[in-house]
């Protein structure tokens, strides 16, 4: 029998967007339960928010790390809604909404409507000069060819190869991908990372078809002519930058339940005291009744290392990248190019030191002072390691001398800011999703145990708040019926 006057402690570990989700969801439900929640987050740098940062300055806002969230994915503006933070989502600017590629060392525009890998018109792809004629009779080859039945998990680069072609592949869809996750596409799991290429496929044998049936379907009041590129058209932030969504949760949790500089070293099992033992690097242990790791996977493992050291090394196996955010601001009159777009990415044949850029100041109103340009250039990822090895003075000189030569950025930046995301990343490499169920399984062996964050069921903003939540409702039915959680 359990006691209901009892209240059931559950520990959160990491203050990121995961970490804070799951708090906030099982605060939201708490008071439909018939038992109490005594819940507390602990996280170990001096904010929340882990990836998410905002900096606001001189009428400047920097986003340090994502800068926005996608739309079509119910679960980011669904969180906002109950936040009460629906008026203050602001949509990017719709006078630009289109997003260019490097191609010897110019920006050529994405092709429109071509959404990641699928191509929704015929007549852009036809008169890009992205791509050579060899490249674009290679890519309409996807009318034809048939569909692939065999069950082989396929990489990212291996399926666009085999429906458009090499010269798709690296002139369009690899610097598209690698912008959005930061890896390489020949390691990338299609089935983990986009599968709804594989269901056109799957139910339309070609791309081509599938985008063009489904633009059609969706009729023009919804199309969208002059978006191309990493769907700009489908994406929002917030007015004040992302931040306003981990301070909105934070604020929503109960008073005194987060903790700031409290980093755990380990996690044990406790029984017969209580489930779980959380031990801090700083401060005497917590007894916990049910704990959600909310890290990256590399400190889950760390965590878990000494009650679990297989469940670690699951966890140590997925990969991660590194990468750099500079954000640079410019006077107008510095910058030649017309940023009559979003930004750019840079395909890894164009031999180039950045990933992308980004044209915040265009992307989104309010992000800079008038007759300033706020710009965020993206280094490192899986491809680049070493470029997140060098130092500020480095990265600043690579920056200046890479937007100079591509947007004809010229002279001193009005300020020049580096942000590093240190193995922050996780690469959802071929087997990824066997790998998770794997761990998954491994978990199960412990009571009460669960695991939320980006290294599990989707990279995006919407995905990881989907995932946390969903994690915490299963912990509250754990928490609910206990008999059954220990069968
Ligand atoms: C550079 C970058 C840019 C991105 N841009 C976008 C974007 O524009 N749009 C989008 O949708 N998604 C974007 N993403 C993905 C997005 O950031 C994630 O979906 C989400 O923010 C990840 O949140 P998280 O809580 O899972 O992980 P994190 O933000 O990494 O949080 C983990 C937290 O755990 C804490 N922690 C770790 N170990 C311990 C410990 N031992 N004790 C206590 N605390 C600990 C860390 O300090 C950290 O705060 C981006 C990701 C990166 C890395």
Sequence with gaps: MCDPLKSDRVIVIGGGLSGLAAAHRIHERSGTLRRLVDLTVLEARPRLGGVIATDRFDGFTLECGPDSFITNKPWGLALCERLGLSERLIETDASHRRS???????????????????????????????????????????????????????????????????????RLVQPLVAGIYTADAKDLSLKATLPQFLAMERDHRSLILAARR???????????????????????????????????????????????????????????????????????????????????????????????????????????????????????????????????????????????????????????????????????????????????????????????????????????????????????ILGHLDHVAAIRRKLACHPRLYLAGIAYDGVGIPDCIHAAETTADALLDALANPAASAA
């Design 214 to 428: 489904e633009a059609r379907r969706r009729g023009p009041r919804h199309a969208a002519p002059q978006a191309s590129g990493a769907r700009y058209g489908m994406f929002v932030t917030l007015d004040e930058g992302m931040s306003v969504l981990p301070s909105a949760l934070a604020a929503a949790l109960p008073p005194g339940s987060v903790r700031l500089h409290t980093a755990v070293r380990r996690i044990v099992r406790n029984e017969p005291i209580s489930p779980w033992l959380v031990e801090l690097l700083d401060g005497p242990p917590r007894e916990a009744d049910a704990l959600i790791l909310a890290t990256e996977a590399h400190a889950a493992a760390r965590l878990i290392d000494a009650q679990d050291p297989a469940l670690a090394l699951q966890l140590r196996a997925i990969p991660y990248a590194s990468s750099v955010i500079a954000n640079v601001a410019y006077r107008r009159d510095q910058i030649q190019h017309p940023l009559d777009g979003f930004g750019a990415v840079v395909p890894a044949i164009e031999d180039r030191s950045i990933l992308a850029v980004s044209f915040s100041s265009v992307k989104f109103a309010n992000r800079a002072p008038a007759g300033t340009v706020l710009l965020r250039v993206f280094i490192g990822g899986a491809a680049h390691p070493e470029f997140c090895e060098l130092d500020d003075r480095a990265i600043e000189e690579l920056v200046r001398r890479e937007l100079g030569e591509l947007i004809g950025a010229a002279g001193e930046p009005l300020f020049l800011r580096i942000d590093r995301h240190p193995r922050s990343m996780p690469q959802y």
């Design 100 to 170: 260019f590629v490097v191609r010897k060392g110019r920006l050529v525009p994405v092709p429109e409507g071509f959404v990641l890998m699928a191509p929704q018109r015929l007549t852009p792809i036809l008169t890009t000069p992205i791509l050579s004629w060899r490249g674009k009779l290679r890519m309409l080859m996807d009318l034809v060819l048939p569909r692939r039945d065999d069950e082989v998990e396929e990489s990212l680069a291996g399926f666009v190869r085999r429906r458009f072609g090499r010269e798709a592949l690296d």
